[in-house]
């Protein structure tokens, strides 16, 4: 691991904009998490209202990446972290004087969507210019390493702020680590990055990122795995996790902080994961074991559709914490571990001038995949009992094993045809 990358200024400015932002928006997911199922009480429409955010990023997700291509990225990214931090101040000041009713998460959920679809394809690719290309593994492991260490307590400080202070402190927290993010960006002191040329229409430049998906098999059968993960894993846990704590077994806003921070203690630990793999495989073996880990970890969440389980459960609300939250702790290392070797394989993969609408593009599929498993669970953990949610999970793990099957052909076809690539693409670890 190349820790030297911390003298490197750029580097660090990075690192604190991705972590203050990351902090931020967790500690106000929670928060907005507790403060819709106490305001709603129902999964179906809190699905709705994570599904609402899905939206902007289905119908405009492709064009934002190639907008991040043509835009100066710093720049991009400092105007949006400005305004997202006017708007939270905007909030602030307005809970102190009427309460958040649900038209106003709407609101809130559709501007968070807009500024996160824009973020997204800019950040991403302007790693890629603050390191070198080689550095690529290394940088991302210590990203999301310092990242997911800051998120640490991100969940219990948002929980404890929001039970103790209201939905006003969160916003006036996450407006103030808003406005440092974009402060760090502007002081970012890159060379010139090359951008896309704004000659040809929108329209055809889209088609060009479009054609990743077509020309590379393994890309595809990236994307597909991951379109899986958002449709059956994700939005059981983002919806499921919560509900179930709170509404099936009656525990507290705390008990639901706790899990959330098992969460982000799983991703912080696999940095010893990825240090173990990049020594001893290539970035696709990598891959692939990141893949059985996740299906593994989801294992242990089909003991839901025990009746004697959830009786045990019910029984005791420490049991509840601890079996949540070891599933959450293995589930994220492995899915941090994949991650890493995920964005590594595609920045590697993909032309530097085509990754932001590749970007945009796999994230508006990824987004289709959110809002119809939503939907899904919301229907499921409001209307029938819980075999039936847990049945689907598995169904879906078991499908993400079969999509990976073409990648790991293509791969083996590479390497017999071209060793000097393989060699290459390892070099860069």
Not at 152 to 163: C, D, E, K, R, S
């Amino acid at each position: 691991m190349k820790f030297h990358l911390f003298a490197n200024p750029n580097f660090s400015l990075f690192l604190f904009r991705h972590s203050t932002s990351e902090f931020g928006t967790i500690c106000l997911n929670v928060a907005f998490a507790l403060y819709i199922l106490a305001l709603t009480g129902s999964a179906g429409k809190f699905a709705s209202i994570l599904a609402l955010g899905v939206i902007p990023q289905i119908l405009f997700g492709p064009f934002a990446g190639v907008w991040a291509d043509r835009l100066d990225k710093r720049k991009l990214l400092c105007s949006i972290d400005l305004i997202y931090g006017i708007f939270l101040l905007s909030l602030f000041f307005f809970s102190l004087f009427q309460p958040i009713k649900e038209t106003m998460i709407y609101v809130a959920v559709l501007f968070f969507s807009v500024c996160n679809l824009l973020a997204v394809p800019a950040y991403t690719t302007l790693l890629q210019h603050v390191v070198k290309k080689t550095e690529l593994t290394d940088a991302i492991a210590l990203d999301s390493t310092v990242v997911e260490s800051v998120r640490v307590l991100a969940p219990l400080i948002g929980t404890l702020l929001y039970t103790m202070s209201g939905i006003e402190a969160v916003f006036l927290l996450n407006a103030v680590l808003s406005l440092s993010s974009a402060a760090s960006t502007y002081f970012m002191n890159l060379p010139s990055i090359p951008r896309a040329s704004s000659s040809s229409s929108i329209i055809k430049e889209l088609q060009e990122g479009l054609q990743i998906f077509t020309t590379d098999l393994r890309i595809s059968s990236l994307v597909l795995n991951g379109l899986f993960t958002h449709i059956f894993l994700f939005p059981f846990v983002m919806i499921g996790f919560p509900y179930m704590i709170k509404q099936v077994f009656g525990g507290s806003d705390i008990d639901f902080g706790l899990v959330e921070s098992a969460q982000t203690m799983g991703s912080v630990c696999s940095i010893i994961g990825v240090i173990l793999l990049k020594k001893r495989f290539s970035v696709s073996h990598s891959i692939g074991i990141g893949l059985i880990g996740i299906v593994a970890a989801v294992f242990p969440l089909l003991l839901l559709g025990s009746h004697s389980f959830l009786q045990h459960l019910q029984t005791s609300p420490f049991a509840v914490v601890l079996f949540y939250s070891l599933v959450s702790y293995f589930l994220f290392s492995m899915f941090n571990i994949y991650g890493v070797f995920f964005r590594t394989f595609y920045q590697q993969t993909i032309e530097s001038h085509m990754l932001g609408r590749f970007i945009s593009v796999m994230a508006m599929l990824f987004a289709v995949g959110r809002l119809i498993g939503f939907q899904l669970y919301g229907a499921l953990f409001d209307s029938t009992e819980l075999v039936y949610a847990v049945f689907v999970l598995g169904v879906g793990m078991l499908a993400k094993i079969f999509i990976h099957i073409p990648f790991l052909r293509m791969e083996k076809r590479r390497r017999a045809s071209c060793p000097n690539s393989t060699q290459k693409m390892n070099d860069g670890l």
